[in-house]
């Protein structure tokens, strides 16, 4: 009931949502809170490593030269280095051997959280009159309620996990439980665990920027709970609006290389 409801909003909002962006003026808050309504968009190397690294060359795709280099960033967690016990530091370092193909990004499947807030794509909140709060992720079509009324357990763990939200002040506060354990968090081979809790902070700066930050927790992965920090920044162009960033053709031979005709 829940998936079809979310599918129904996002049928809706994908009509609405580039005459609702190009206003020009949206109200400040929203029963006494913040608003979050928007498209909004992480930029930066996140999504290529949360840690501080340098500018590489990925030696499988030299044909493409520049064009396939990783750019360098500063990172965006709390004290540079995430804090692994040393198993799933070899664990992150044969995933980061294994990219591009061990990528779950590669084969689209869904991100997860805190990873979907950060990739290359814009994101959709849609916040209504004090009720739950829709997320809708430009790729691969995912989505997320984060529950406000009602908080719900999480019944099986799955790739998104279930969402359950509060304001703490001016600030959204939303933990994430259920996740199946499956994601990476970049494509450096990052990763969370089965059993991880995620809680996010969404706190607006202005009109057009948000603080977000994820604290993730897992004792079977990590020595400590530990945080990254980053800025959303909203599109404001007059004709903002969401694409379809359906991946799945664009993974198939990847996924079935072993059983599709080699291509000409």
């Not at 804090?83 to 997860?112: I, S, T, V």
């Not at 909140?125 to 691969?140: C, K, P, R, S």
């Not at 999480?154 to 939200?165: E, F, K, L, R, Y």
Request: proline letters at 8%; hydrophobic letters at 40%; a negative charge.
């Amino acid at each position: 009931m829940r998936d079809a409801f979310a599918s129904v909003l996002i049928g809706c909002i994908a009509l609405l949502s580039a005459s609702s962006a190009a206003a020009q003026e949206r109200p400040e808050r929203i029963l006494d809170k913040p608003n979050l309504n928007g498209i909004w968009k992480a930029i930066g190397t996140a999504h290529w490593n949360l840690e501080p690294h340098s500018a590489e060359a990925i030696d499988e795709f030299w044909q493409l030269g520049a064009i396939a280099a990783i750019p360098a960033g500063k990172g965006v967690v709390e004290g540079g280095e995430i804090p692994y016990l040393p198993e799933a530091r070899a664990r992150r370092d044969a995933n980061r051997a294994a990219w591009p193909e061990a990528d779950p990004e590669a084969k689209c499947f869904l991100p997860g959280i805190p990873r979907a807030n950060y990739m290359p794509y814009p994101f959709q909140i849609v916040q209504g009159d004090d009720d739950d709060i829709l997320f809708i992720y430009e790729y691969a079509s995912a989505n997320r309620v984060v529950n406000i009324k009602t908080h719900r357990p999480a019944p099986i763990d799955t790739w998104m996990g279930v969402s359950n939200g509060r304001w703490e002040g001016d600030t959204l506060v939303v933990e994430t439980t259920g996740l199946n354990g499956e994601t990476w968090l970049d494509r450096a081979g990052n990763f969370a665990g089965a059993g991880a809790t995620v809680t996010e902070r969404f706190t607006l700066i202005d009109d057009s920027h948000m603080r977000y930050e994820a604290t993730i927790d897992n004792p079977a992965v990590f020595s400590r709970p530990w945080t990254i920090r980053l800025v959303l920044y909203r599109l404001v162009e007059p004709d903002a609006q969401l694409f379809e960033f359906r991946c799945i053709p664009f993974s198939e031979r990847l996924l079935y290389k072993h059983v599709l005709p080699p291509r000409e």
